[in-house]
């Protein structure tokens, strides 16, 4: 059988129950968990960055997808006429389903129901293919962590423990994208700058702690 991967992630399960209603109806065998960042750099106690993740077998994605689509094609025609969609500019509309991992689904089968009406048409196709470039640019490394090297390595030098985690974050730290693949979020010369501050600062670490033993032994 093959292995639950992420579909979709929701703030909480409230907001996520139509789908697993949905996919309770239609059989769809899924697997739901909190999943949270395994370190924050900031130490900031941070509520909002544990998201409720519903997995799926990727062979069931395209299945699920055509749920939640006929689902959402079905209240469309009940949608309130003073949605906030309604006020959006066509090109605002299409950076709906440009970034459609940082929308709910409804509102991308609404997007592109109202750039249809207004006459703009986004076939299924062109959907995939916007999907598909979304994930391509998520996909890139973040820009270089210059602040976080030049912290790490001061904070090494001075035998911080700190060190050894903002170097492991920067070696290690991966991101989830939309198709539920985990990239590298930093580019290799800076995973490789972490690799250094890690074991520079355990080390360094090391040296303080037996200076200290020394001293007072």
Known sequence: MADFVFYQQFPNPEVAAPLLQLLRQHEVPFEISFDKPSFDPSFAHNETSTHFVVKLQ????????????????????????????FTFTDAELADVLLKPDEW?????????????DRGTV???????????QR?????????????WILWGYASALLGGLFAFFIGWHLYTHRKLLPDGRKVHAFTAPDRLHGLRIMVLGAVMLLVVVCVRIYWEG
């Open 58 to 85: 990727p062979a069931d994605f395209e299945t699920a997808r055509r749920l939640e689509e006929a689902e959402n094609q079905q209240l469309i025609s009940q949608v309130d006429p003073e949605h906030y969609l």
């Open 135 to 147: 994930t391509a640019d998520l996909a890139r490394p973040e820009p270089s962590q210059k602040a």
């Open 104 to 116: 709910n689904s409804f509102d991308v089968t609404l997007a592109r129901q109202i750039l249809q």
């Open 122 to 132: 986004i076939s299924p196709e062109a959907a995939r293919l916007l999907r598909q």
